[in-house]
C-alpha cells in the first residue's frame, strides 16, 4: 500500500532511522520524493526517495497514528515553512 500525505512512516536516512509524517509529495510534486517531518521538529527533512520509505505505522500505543492526520500534516508543514521565513527574514535585517 502507497503511503499517503499526513501517515506516520519509517524512513531510511543518512543519520539513521526515523518516524516522521509524510508532509510533501506526489501528486503535488513532478518529482517522485517525499517531504517528512518531525511533528515536533523545527524544519523539513531532506527529500526523501520512495525506496526510503520502509513502511507505514498503522497503531501505537497511543492510539491511532491516522488519527488527526489531516490537522497534524497542515500543522507541520506551514510551521516549517513559518520557521524557514523566519531565517530568511532574520538573516535579511542582519545584512
Request: charge should be positive; hydrophobic fraction near 45%; aromatic fraction near 8%.
Amino acid at each position: 500500500m502507497r503511503p499517503r500525505l499526513g501517515d506516520v512512516v519509517l524512513v531510511e536516512l543518512p543519520e539513521g532511522l526515523r518516524l516522521h509524517r509524510l508532509i510533501w509529495g506526489p501528486p503535488f510534486v513532478r518529482s517522485n520524493a517525499w517531504r517528512t517531518k518531525g511533528d515536533q521538529a523545527w524544519l523539513w527533512d531532506a527529500c526523501t526517495p520512495p525506496e526510503a520509505i520502509l513502511g507505514t505505522v498503522i497503531a501505537c500505543e497511543s492510539g491511532d497514528p491516522r488519527r488527526g492526520r489531516v490537522w497534524r500534516t497542515v500543522r507541520s508543514l506551514f510551521g516549517g515553512l513559518l520557521f524557514r521565513l523566519r531565517l530568511v527574514l532574520a538573516g535579511a535585517g542582519g545584512r
